[in-house]
């Protein structure tokens, strides 16, 4: 029997959707232990994904503003409690932040980009994607450890929610070095990807700007929204609104069509839980491929030509 912790992600005082896939990726390797799930700092209504036994809360005035040292702290304080064999964090902003954090406080091994996990015997085994998914390799540690999991690589799990129970713990969130200033929200101009339930994303393998509007005859006739990947934002060819991935927005739209878009584990983060994932690129081994349920090796101008030609028809 393996123990599992479940360090949940809150941003904006609500948890956030990959609790449930952690969840299911906990109860793969549990067997009949426990899994519990950890919520650091106020979160308003905050409810455990499905799959997990218990949800614990660590709240204090001094977490009512995210301070990564004092949320280690309190992570740290939860791991002494709980005592897990492992505990899975996803692969965010929130989670590589906090996971490695604990791994330096209490001395732990930690396993990252994992899109699989199994405990054989006194180890972890994890199947990671280093190298912007470009490789695969089987990676082992001694339990305990700490795993980061890959959003997207294990599908959310189901079922009722549980009860919370307040960690109360001795807590020195003290002199961290670290002063919230001021919080500024990013600017919008009404773009919410969030909603769209079509999206055309397009990536580095557009070529340029003026290029994006090759896509417009075909965003209209599916009535889908235009997205771009990080390094089409970094390049100005689309404004931060308009990103998907770790760093943008995260996206689960019925139908996500990329173009160019060579799928780093960061915007893979972003889209892979889309219920159709079709993936246009002219490298046979671009990781969006993995994640893809439909995979076009070609020039992606060519594709959508035939694409549009084929709706005209219908």
Known sequence: MVNVLILADVLGGSVQP???????????????GRVDALVIGHAAGAEAGPG??????????????????????????????VKPDVV?????????????????????PVIGYS????????????????????????VSAQLPAVVSVMPG????????????????????????????????EPASTGVDLTIAERIVCVGRGIGDADSISVTDDLRSALAAELAGSRPVIDAGWLPKE???GKSGTRVKPKLYLSLGVSGAPEHLEGMSGADLIVAVNTDPKAP???????????DLFD??????TRLADT
């Open 18 to 32: 990959i609790g449930a896939e952690l969840a299911t990726a906990a109860r793969g390797i549990a067997g009949g």
């Open 52 to 81: 997990v036994d218990r949800l614990l809360t660590i709240d204090s005035p001094d977490l009512a503003v995210y301070d990564p040292v004092a949320f280690a702290r309190a992570l740290a304080a939860a791991f002494d409690a």
């Open 88 to 108: 899975l964090v996803g692969y965010t902003s929130f989670g590589l932040d906090l996971g490695p954090a604990l791994a330096g406080l209490r001395n732990l």
């Open 115 to 138: 899109r699989g996990i199994d405990v054989v015997g006194d180890k972890v085994q994890a199947t990671t994607a280093p190298y912007a998914g470009r490789i695969e390799a089987t």
């Open 153 to 184: 690589a294990f599908a959310a799990a189901e079922g009722e929610a549980v009860a919370v129970e307040a960690l109360l713990l001795p807590l020195d969130l003290s002199d961290t070095g670290i002063q919230n200033i001021q919080q500024i």
């Open 242 to 244: 308009r990103q998907v």
């Open 288 to 298: 969006i491929f993995e994640v893809a349920h439909y995979g076009v090796v070609c």
């Open 303 to 308: 594709f959508v030509e035939a694409l549009e």
